[in-house]
């Protein structure tokens, strides 16, 4: 395979004439020109006329090695062990980095492998010996008052110093602001593959990890593997896995790692941090009533509201409701909305597409109701009920109110 393109470098020296004459050399119509400028479409036939008879250095014909400037297969042996990176604000640790260290304990132990911590921050290393409580073989940890705050560029200069250093064969990062922030600028600067928003993680035993997700609209759960490159990255949302307990003896040990002052400071600087008002999560919630398309009309919802509070849990809903603007978007539970794990979900006349489901599936006791004994929703259900939601929540809602379900604070 080759290719035919244009140096832009020196195109720019041609005057207007040179150009429209460049237009002319290829008797296919391939070369045009847009915005002044000069172009090869889809025409071209590779005949190499325009190298030979346009002007010095402005078309250049590479053959696919040239081409080429991916890396070589990487010798899977010389990378080793799972690293979590741990995701934390004001030496405070998101509880989506325990849980990816529970999960990178169990893949690590499947091929043998160590479990890595990667701590960024300033004044961390107390909280850093608090991770050998969790199952971490070692903690690396980068302390200075210029990481206080996450910023893109110093924290990826960090992280890929971590990579170089350690060789980790598989990182997790967990699916928050931060960490989507900054996985895509590890694995590029890697140059390595990243699958987004993992719902499900397994590993090899030549320890490939398995990635997996929804893809294709929710429509098939897609499995991605990076046999050829390491390290193999990939971000999971909060609430897809259990986190480990903690131990009461500290195993392993911490490692204070360091970095040129100038890799740590970058090209955009923090101005001020403005906290908003924090409010509570769906993912934080113990009890979940969730509404799909069985509901017919906003003042429907108050139905569902009326549960919810009852059972002292929150309202949530699909898509549908949401674009619709009868719930607000942060109740939206799927993959394009919160990932949660209560202790129970109640679902009314939820479908079960793939997309809700890889968002709710986690919940330790799902309740379903809807009058399709079909419904997708079901296939997840430690609970199903057949029947129409407008008839089985009333009836519900008045044994609660009676004191039938006097158990019902999970």
């Known amino acids: 395979?080759?290719?035919?393109?244009?140096?832009?470098?020196?195109?720019?020296?041609?005057?207007?004439?040179?150009?429209?004459?460049?237009?002319?050399?290829?008797?296919?119509?391939?070369?045009?020109?847009?915005?002044?400028?000069?172009?090869?479409?889809?025409?071209?036939?590779?005949?190499?006329?325009?190298?030979?008879?346009?002007?010095?250095?402005?078309?250049?014909?590479v053959e696919n090695e040239a081409l080429s400037d991916a890396p070589p297969q990487t010798d899977k042996g010389a990378y080793r062990g799972i690293a979590v990176y741990i995701d934390n604000a004001e030496g405070s640790i998101h509880p989506v980095s325990l849980e990816l260290l529970g999960k990178a304990r169990e893949l690590a132990d499947k091929v043998n492998h160590p479990v890595f911590a990667l701590f960024i921050g300033s004044n961390i290393?107390?909280?850093?010996?608090?991770?050998?409580?969790?199952?971490?073989?070692?903690?690396?940890?980068?302390?200075?008052?210029?990481?206080e705050n996450f910023l893109p560029e110093p924290y990826t200069n960090v992280f890929a110093d971590f990579v170089e250093k350690v060789r980790p064969s598989s990182i997790l990062i967990g699916a928050t602001m931060a960490g989507r922030s900054l996985a895509p600028r590890v694995a590029a600067r890697c140059r390595t593959g990243l699958t987004a928003d993992c719902t499900k993680l397994d590993i090899k035993e030549n320890t490939d990890l398995v990635q997996?997700?929804?893809?294709?609209?929710?429509?098939?759960?897609?499995?991605?593997?990076?046999p050829k490159h390491r390290p193999q990255i990939a971000t999971v949302r909060y609430k897809i896995f259990a986190a480990p307990e903690r131990s009461e003896r500290p195993s392993g040990k911490v490692t204070q790692c360091s970095i040129a002052e100038e890799k740590m400071v970058g090209r955009v600087q923090l101005v001020r941090i403005t906290k908003n008002e924090k409010k509570?999560?769906?993912?934080?919630?113990?009890?979940i009533v969730a509404a799909g398309r069985g509901i017919k009309s906003q003042k429907d919802m108050a139905m569902v509201r009326e549960l919810a509070d009852l059972l002292g849990g929150q309202v949530a809903s699909t898509r549908p409701l949401v674009e619709t603007g009868w719930v607000e978007p942060q109740r939206q539970v799927g993959l394009s909305g919160r990932t949660v794990k209560p202790k129970l979900i109640i679902t009314l006349g939820v479908s079960g597409s793939v997309q809700f489901r890889a968002g709710m599936e986690n919940a330790d006791i799902i309740v379903s109701v809807n009058r399709d004994e079909n419904a997708q929703i079901f296939d997840v259900s430690h609970y199903a009920i057949v029947g129409d939601i407008y008839e089985v929540v009333p009836k519900l809602i008045e044994q609660i109110r009676r004191g039938e379900g006097s158990d019902r604070h999970v």
Request: include cysteine; charged fraction near 25%; aromatic fraction near 8%.
């Open 1 to 61: 395979m080759a290719r035919l393109f244009i140096n832009a470098l020196k195109e720019r020296a041609l005057t207007k004439e040179q150009r429209e004459e460049a237009v002319s050399l290829c008797p296919f119509g391939a070369i045009e020109l847009s915005r002044g400028e000069l172009e090869i479409n889809s025409g071209c036939k590779m005949c190499k006329l325009c190298v030979r008879n346009g002007p010095e250095g402005i078309f250049e014909y």
């Open 125 to 147: 290393s107390g909280v850093a010996e608090g991770l050998l409580h969790y199952g971490v073989d070692e903690v690396f940890f980068y302390d200075s008052p210029l990481l």
């Open 212 to 226: 997996i997700r929804p893809a294709f609209g929710g429509n098939i759960m897609a499995q991605i593997v990076t």
């Open 280 to 287: 509570l999560s769906i993912a934080d919630a113990d009890v």
